[in-house]
């Protein structure tokens, strides 16, 4: 994670809050960044395709984990009444974890193959494009998106598109698969790191069949350092409260900070930030 110093240079003193994190305060997720959390989640990545409901099953307890944590940070409260809107939501893996918690649920997702893929009914989905979300500014008390700006042309689009509907005082939590890190060529890799084409063309070749993930067209090449970029250039418009390597323990989240090794041992790059 950013460390309090960082976040400080970050964001203008302007855009900062008082609820955003006292320098030296570690956020309340970080005490679930555990070793052992570290490797489940890392181990179920091999059941994405064969077995999706379980891989997403325990993606969407820890998405809501991470958004309830942060969440109290800012502002004291848990998810009950809040709405939540998930960017390429997909089907709704997500939606049974955030209705337990007693939020409003709502999946965008551009494609309906994918809105129908695990046979799931979200009566508050909503086909639309992440980088035009069809709702009105200030609209949304949580605005989500996990593992998805990586098979967006136009992710930092998506990232400001997913700031406007959010409603000042809430959050935007902005989650994404860096492309040199080891699992950026998704089912391609590690092959990718000679080339998003060769990696696909290898797979091709030993599958008979196109990869679901094809570079150039449905996954793209997104690196770490443009989301702290990203999350240093967010200006007036919110406060950062976090940006960390999601699947990493917490006594891991200094790489962040380290340009080029942050390309190759973030898997996987959090921002969180609290709209003014």
Known sequence: ????????????????????????????????????????????????????????????????????????????????????????????????EFAARGARYIPVEPDPAEMHAAGLQVPAAVRGSGTALPFRDDAVDVCLSSNVAEHVATPWRMAQEMLRVTKPGGLMVFSYTVWLGPFGGHETGPWHYLGGERAAARYRRKHGREPKNRFGTSLFAVG???????????????????????????????????????????????????KA
């Open 1 to 96: 994670m950013l460390a309090p110093d960082d976040l400080r240079r970050a964001v203008p003193a302007t855009a900062r809050s008082a609820a955003a994190p006292r320098p030296g305060r570690r956020p309340r997720f970080a005490r679930r960044a555990t070793l052992r959390r570290s490797l489940r989640l890392l181990g179920s990545f091999r059941f994405e395709q064969t077995d999706p409901a379980r891989f997403y099953g325990g993606i969407a307890v820890d998405t809501a984990e991470l958004i309830e944590d942060f969440y109290a940070d800012h502002t004291g409260r848990d998810l009950s009444g809040l709405v939540v809107l998930d960017v390429g939501g997909g089907p709704g893996y997500f939606a049974d």
């Open 224 to 274: 770490a350092g443009e989301g702290v970029r990203w999350a240093r250039g967010i200006g007036s418009r919110a406060t950062v409260l976090a940006v960390f390597p999601r699947y990493h323990p917490r006594w891991a989240w200094w790489l962040v900070r380290i340009p080029v090794v942050r390309e190759f041992l973030v898997s996987n790059l959090v921002i969180v930030a609290a």
